[in-house]
């Protein structure tokens, strides 16, 4: 999607530092950290969030992604959150999936 900024983002377009990068998904910190450590595992392809995702090897992929995050980063206790909707507080309409560790403060 032209407009997306994570299609951007995963796309390369702002030289963001990637913290793992596979052909499927790429990782990079939030803009916004929401507690010590606070990344985003972002499928390369859009989706515009879980209920569209039609690819179940995909998913495990990305939790995959979030496990080299965490080995990457020396993360021994972390959490994900995937936000699903506006109700739920999805504000990037591009499926992620984030991994948060110390001093959460919620997403
Ligand atoms: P969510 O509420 O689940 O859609 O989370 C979106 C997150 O994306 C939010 O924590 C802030 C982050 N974010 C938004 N725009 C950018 C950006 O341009 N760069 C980066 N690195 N993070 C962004």
């Known amino acids: 999607?032209?407009?997306c900024i994570f299609c951007k983002?995963?796309?390369g377009e702002f030289n963001t530092p990637f913290?793992?990068?596979t052909e499927?998904?790429?990782?990079?910190r939030d803009i916004n950290p929401k507690a010590d450590t606070h990344v985003l595992v972002v499928p390369k392809k859009?989706?515009?969030?879980?209920?569209?995702?039609d690819d179940e090897i995909i998913l495990g992929k990305l939790l995959g992604g979030v496990k080299r995050v965490a080995a990457e980063l020396g993360?021994?206790?972390y959490k994900t959150v995937i936000n699903t909707g506006k109700d739920a507080?999805?504000?990037v309409f591009h499926l992620h999936i984030h991994v948060?560790?110390?001093?959460?403060?919620g997403v």
């Not at 859009?46 to 995702?53: F, I, Q, R, T």
């Open 46 to 53: 859009h989706y515009d969030s879980l209920n569209e995702l």
């Open 75 to 77: 993360l021994k206790s």
């Open 19 to 21: 913290i793992v990068e």
């Open 9 to 11: 983002i995963a796309g």
């Open 89 to 91: 507080g999805q504000e």
């Open 100 to 105: 948060l560790s110390g001093n959460i403060k």
């Open 24 to 28: 499927d998904y790429v990782a990079f």
């Open 1 to 3: 999607m032209t407009d």
